[in-house]
């Protein structure tokens, strides 16, 4: 199957601070990916809709301005978590869909943000 | 009524035992399905994917979409104690551009 890549898988950050995941689709193109957050022992749950060259649509309830998307090419997409507090702490995975065919979806391994 | 909907297990077999895992969902537009693994702390993985209804097997899992009941299976054989984790069905729409809808998993234990 397909290659998605995330960076970094681990992050911890203070308060206050902002911390950027990388999401790469190693091998095909995608011109939507995908940020899902996940709490332990939850579903998936979906933050966004990020299309290249276009601005992301969010979720209802999703901060947009907290969580800054850009899509700048067509295997990168970065999530910027800006001013992290505690309960920003969650398991973030991205997902690249397939430009072609089927349109199948395949998942980072996930980053996991701890904010102190 | 959701969606989607899964029982969240938790499914205990041993090992060798054939596993049918399920999902019911309501929204008859749903035409690609499907099903993700994911192990503890890792990005759910993609398993099978069909289109439509009907039956597609690859190695030891066959996926199974019955659009008349909007009931989807996935079925182990043989499972092992490596298939443990979280089974998660996932479907949309259409093509371009539209979120999959994800069931809310269950969990696969598989003894030895």
């Known amino acids: ?116 | 009524q959701k969606e989607v909907e899964q029982d969240p297990g938790p499914l205990s077999v041993p090992e060798g035992a054939i596993v049918s895992l399920n999902c019911t969902y309501s929204n008859s537009a749903f035409q690609y399905f499907m099903w993700y693994r994911q192990y503890s702390r890792k990005g759910p993985e993609l398993l099978m994917y069909t289109y439509s209804s009907g039956n597609k097997e690859d190695g030891r899992f066959t996926a199974q979409v019955d659009k008349s009941s909007k009931y989807i299976s996935l079925f182990i054989r043989d499972s092992q104690p490596s298939d443990s984790a979280t089974y998660l069905c996932a479907m949309r729409r259409g093509q371009a551009g539209t979120a999959l809808i994800f069931g809310k998993g269950t969990t696969l234990s598989v003894s030895s």
């Open chain 1, 1 to 116: 199957g397909a290659v998605v890549s995330q960076h970094p898988s681990r992050v911890i950050c203070k308060s206050g601070t902002s911390v950027k995941i990388e999401c790469r689709s190693l091998d095909f193109q995608a011109t939507t990916m995908f940020w899902y957050r996940q709490f332990p022992k939850k579903s998936l749950m979906l933050m966004a809709t990020s299309n290249e060259g276009s601005k992301a649509t969010y979720e209802q309830g999703v901060e947009k301005d907290k969580f800054l998307i850009n899509h700048a090419s067509l295997t990168l997409s970065t999530l910027t978590v800006t001013s992290a507090h505690p309960e920003d702490s969650s398991f973030y995975i991205c997902s690249a869909r397939v430009l072609a065919g089927f349109g199948e979806q395949y998942f980072g391994p996930g980053t996991r943000l701890t904010v102190t």
